[in-house]
């Protein structure tokens, strides 16, 4: 199955939306967040460089000097703390530590080398974030392996990474929105000429209009110019081709005239055949004027045609005391050619009466289009039935009636694409019944 426009358009839109904005989302998140460790880091690096600043050992104590030291480093629960270690056992530790469960880890690392990484403390079931770094400190009277850790709550970086989360969600959300929107216009705005081009094409069709004029993008302003040539071109040809048959007309007619005022037809047998001649002529004729292989058909009520038709037909089997039954809608369409229509119906209902013997009906059903006619004769046998679709073929039962023009009918009908089935009526003589796809 081959995917409409509209529809490409619109599953493109929503795979680009689908894949842009959590993809968007999620890059903008990830360097956010990689920015906020980058910036603990370099935080922790000035904290650290200030403590080797002022860090000092009298008497194998540790000082250091509250000037140089931030004020977190003594405030309790701050989040910030510090401890030198030496070997692994804890020889000072800031005063914001004292309120923690927390033991620093053994680093192992090599003089001058420093680590930043994150730290989950068995201890205090807590997270850490940790820069640490190992010295050897000289003192002048000895020289001391040391390891200074500064330690950052885990708490720290996820405050404000949620808190912006949070506000970028909110903002995509709102975009997405906004996208949404403007994909919805723009699918319309881009479609309006699509779906205007359609309804012309579709008033073609219905006959209001006979060559596109609406204004369209140069995409489909050649399609357009391509199809008004077409109607165009079509419209000359089918108009020559009527003045062709006009003239042919003329041309059969007054030969076949002559014959019939001449002594030859005053003989029975021949008098029959140009009779059959004469009608041969007129039934091709309105076959091959007729419209029903146009490319756009108009649409007319079906019931104003029946009534003009079932009328004359009342007046010339007024013998047989007629009854002529409709179940026709108001609003019952055809779409085509009003000559072929009448031609079709006129056919059948005139055998139709022909071959009742009080009794004809007809009858339409909608969606799709279903025209029933049936009659009260004696009916068509099984075996009959296909060969009165042979051209010239007419059975004796029904010698006055069906047989005549069906082939002709049965052609109109299929140009239409339609189909045509004889069965048996309830009324007890035959039943045709002519069905046409949905336009």
């Given at each position: 199955?081959?995917?409409?426009?509209?529809?490409?358009?619109?599953?493109?839109?929503?795979?680009?939306?689908?894949?842009?904005?959590?993809?968007?989302?999620?890059?903008?998140?990830?360097?956010?967040?990689?920015?906020?460790?980058?910036?603990?880091?370099?935080?922790?690096?000035?904290?650290?460089?200030?403590?080797?600043?002022?860090?000092?050992?009298?008497?194998?104590?540790?000082?250091?000097?509250?000037?140089?030291?931030?004020?977190?480093?003594?405030?309790?629960?701050?989040?910030?703390?510090?401890?030198?270690?030496?070997?692994?056992?804890?020889?000072?530790?800031?005063?914001?530590?004292?309120?923690?469960?927390?033991?620093?880890?053994?680093?192992?690392?090599?003089?001058?080398?420093?680590?930043?990484?994150?730290?989950?403390?068995?201890?205090?079931?807590?997270?850490?974030?940790?820069?640490?770094?190992?010295?050897?400190?000289?003192?002048?009277?000895?020289?001391?392996?040391?390891?200074?850790?500064?330690?950052?709550?885990?708490?720290?970086l996820t405050a404000p990474y949620v808190s912006f989360r949070n506000t970028l969600l909110t903002w995509f959300v709102w975009i997405g929105a906004a996208l949404v929107l403007f994909s919805v216009l723009a699918y319309y705005w881009t479609t309006k000429p699509l779906s205007k081009l359609d309804q012309e094409i579709r008033k073609l069709e219905g006959g209001e209009q006979d060559h596109l004029n609406g204004n369209y993008p140069a995409e489909l302003s050649t399609i357009k110019e391509d199809l008004n040539l077409l109607l165009a071109n079509q419209n000359r040809q089918k108009q020559r081709y009527r003045n062709h048959l006009s003239d042919l007309a003329h041309a059969l007619k007054t030969p076949v005239a002559v014959l019939n005022t001449s002594v030859l037809s005053q003989q029975p047998e021949l008098k029959e055949q140009l009779d059959r001649i004469s009608a041969m002529i007129e039934h091709q004729?309105?076959?091959?004027?007729?419209?029903?292989?146009?490319?756009?058909?108009?649409?007319?009520?079906?019931?104003?045609?029946?009534?003009?038709?079932?009328?004359?037909?009342?007046?010339?089997?007024?013998?047989?005391?007629?009854?002529?039954?409709?179940?026709?809608?108001?609003?019952?369409?055809?779409?085509?050619?009003?000559?072929?229509?009448?031609?079709?119906?006129?056919?059948?209902?005139?055998?139709?009466?022909?071959?009742?013997?009080?009794?004809?009906?007809?009858?339409?059903?909608?969606?799709?289009?279903?025209?029933?006619?049936?009659?009260?004769?004696?009916?068509?046998?099984?075996?009959?039935?296909?060969?009165?679709?042979?051209?010239?073929?007419?059975?004796?039962?029904?010698?006055?009636?069906?047989?005549?023009?069906?082939?002709?009918?049965?052609?109109?009908?299929?140009?239409?694409?339609?189909?045509?089935?004889?069965?048996?009526?309830?009324?007890?003589?035959?039943?045709?019944?002519?069905?046409?796809?949905?336009?």
């Open positions: 199955m081959t995917l409409s426009l509209k529809l490409r358009q619109g599953l493109v839109s929503i795979a680009l939306l689908l894949l842009l904005l959590p993809s968007s989302f999620i890059a903008i998140d990830q360097a956010f967040y990689t920015q906020l460790l980058t910036s603990a880091e370099q935080k922790l690096e000035v904290h650290m460089y200030a403590m080797l600043s002022d860090l000092k050992i009298n008497d194998d104590k540790i000082e250091l000097s509250n000037n140089t030291l931030s004020p977190d480093f003594f405030r309790p629960d701050s989040g910030l703390s510090a401890y030198i270690t030496d070997n692994g056992n804890t020889v000072w530790q800031s005063d914001s530590s004292l309120s923690q469960k927390f033991t620093p880890p053994n680093a192992h690392l090599v003089p001058g080398e420093h680590l930043f990484y994150p730290y989950n403390d068995n201890d205090s079931s807590s997270q850490y974030w940790l820069l640490s770094i190992a010295l050897l400190f000289d003192s002048g009277e000895q020289t001391t392996p040391l390891t200074i850790h500064i330690v950052q709550t885990n708490s720290m004729l309105k076959r091959a004027s007729s419209s029903g292989q146009d490319i756009w058909k108009k649409q007319f009520e079906i019931l104003p045609h029946v009534e003009k038709l079932t009328n004359a037909l009342q007046k010339i089997y007024r013998n047989k005391d007629l009854i002529i039954s409709i179940e026709c809608a108001q609003d019952a369409m055809f779409r085509g050619d009003e000559t072929d229509l009448m031609e079709i119906l006129g056919n059948l209902l005139d055998n139709a009466c022909k071959a009742c013997q009080h009794q004809v009906k007809f009858s339409v059903a909608q969606q799709p289009l279903q025209m029933i006619i049936e009659d009260d004769g004696p009916g068509i046998a099984l075996t009959d039935r296909k060969k009165l679709f042979t051209r010239g073929t007419r059975l004796d039962t029904y010698k006055d009636g069906h047989g005549v023009g069906l082939s002709i009918v049965a052609e109109l009908v299929s140009s239409y694409s339609g189909t045509m089935q004889i069965t048996d009526s309830n009324l007890g003589g035959a039943r045709f019944e002519l069905q046409f796809p949905e336009s």
